[in-house]
């Protein structure tokens, strides 16, 4: 039979392997993680509106009725196209056909060392650690005096101006002006200064401009200070230091920075590049042809993040959700079409807009012709959102969350996990 193996539990490799459900077809479908992520509301779980759970569903349960499914909890490392055989970290197996949809991690432009200073937002470890950075700065500026170091921890800094960036922004602006409000005794969480930086002159800057204008006024209603055509040039513990178009150096001291600014492909498609012989791009995509195989390659397939595909657009498409699904769900009738010797037509995207929210009852939409904004676009975020939650239950779950959220302005979830502060490093007021 037909062995079809699957990198990646995502949006690619998931709808991959459900589009593949009536199909004479074998397949493994390989992840390290043991569940399937919807990581457009990972800012929710790092701001404490949603819990982990909730936009989380273990794989297993959601193909336990996919009888031609075999979940295999573990990490690709590398790959031998001559014998269709891929290694993983502790084994080995052979495919007929391969899908790599094993997604991104953040790119910080030839400064790893960043990462540990101003965490990205990819993981649920990367959400959670947010979490308790943002709510530790709180903690700890409560029992700080009046003075810099206190204005330092009430001071946010995000960087990147993308849908990410603007919606972990207007979080935090929601946490400091209402969330937290007559929750300390020495501290005024409303004076927190939330700063959004952005390279280029407007965020959001893939939306039309009208749309990206509205996005910025209401970041300015939330009380967030964005700062476009700044560049980071420098960040260490306590401090991110920029540079103006103008060649202006500022130095901003901040205990809480968070990087929202870029994806780059992992480990293991540098390693699929190296053994297909394929050059990626600039940020380690791997060019693929109209099917999305690679070239030379034509039982390779790559899809969603990883994936370099510029045969429709002027720009390569965009590492959206949306993209990955239409491509797992193309990959699977390819697959289907070919086991009968026909041909499929290339892959085409449907483009079926955008979406970023940015703060409460506000968000900015581009569905087909239509341009939304202020609470009309958010309820059309709320909705598709919900819509796209894989699990029914998961849909329910966020749903009362988001109403409970909404009508008491409180986030549950606001929870300091792994870990303490040290009350050495405090100076008590």
């Not at 034509?298 to 390569?316: E, T, W």
Request: net charge positive.
């Amino acid at each position: 039979m037909h062995h079809v193996v699957i990198i990646g539990g995502g949006f690619g490799g998931l709808h991959t392997a459900l589009s593949l459900r009536s199909s004479p077809v074998k397949i493994t479908l390989i992840d390290k993680r043991n569940f399937h992520l919807f990581q457009p509301l990972l800012y929710q779980v790092a701001t404490g509106g949603l819990s982990p759970a909730n936009i989380a569903a273990p794989l297993r349960a959601i193909l336990k009725h996919q009888k031609n499914v075999t979940v295999w909890l573990g990490e690709a490392h590398g790959i031998e196209p001559k014998t269709n055989t891929l290694h993983l970290k502790d084994d080995s197996l052979t495919y007929d056909s391969l899908v790599v949809a094993t997604g991104g991690e953040n790119a910080y432009f030839g400064h790893p060392e960043w990462e540990s200073v101003a965490p990205g937002l990819k993981t649920i470890e990367d959400a959670t650690r947010i979490r308790k950075k943002i709510l530790l700065a709180f903690e700890k500026a409560e029992r700080l005096p009046v003075g810099k170091e206190r204005t330092a921890y009430l001071t946010f800094v995000v960087i990147g101006g993308g849908p990410t960036g603007v919606e972990l922004a207007g979080a935090i602006g929601e946490i400091a002006h209402h969330t937290l409000r007559h929750n300390f005794r020495n501290i005024d969480p409303s004076e927190a200064q939330i700063m959004l930086i952005e390279g280029t002159d407007r965020v959001l800057s893939t939306y039309p401009p009208e749309l990206s204008e509205r996005a910025l006024q209401s970041l300015h209603r939330f009380g967030i200070q964005v700062l476009t055509n700044h560049m980071v040039t420098h960040i260490q513990p306590g401090h991110v230091q920029l540079q103006t178009d103008a060649n202006d150096r500022i130095i901003m001291y901040s205990h809480t920075i968070l990087w929202a600014a870029g994806v780059q492909s992992g480990t293991f498609g540098l390693a699929l590049a190296q053994a297909t012989q394929v050059q990626p791009d600039r940020a380690g995509r791997l060019p693929v042809e109209p099917d999305l195989s690679l070239p030379a390659h034509p039982n390779i397939f790559v899809i969603g993040d990883l994936a370099h595909f510029n045969h429709q657009l002027d720009a390569p498409l965009p590492g959206v959700a949306p993209v990955a699904i239409q491509q797992g769900k193309y990959i699977a009738k390819h697959i289907r079409i070919h086991l009968k010797g026909k041909s499929l037509p290339a892959f085409k995207y449907k483009d079926m807009g955008a979406m970023a929210t940015v703060g409460r009852a506000s968000a900015v939409a581009v569905i087909g012709k239509w341009k939304l904004w202020g609470f009309v676009g958010w309820l059309a975020w709320l909705f598709i959102h919900l819509m796209q939650l894989v699990e029914f239950q998961n849909r329910v779950l966020v749903f009362f969350q988001w109403s409970w959220n909404y009508l008491t302005r409180n986030r549950a979830a606001r929870l300091i996990t792994g870990g303490l502060l040290d009350p050495k490093k405090l100076k008590k007021t």
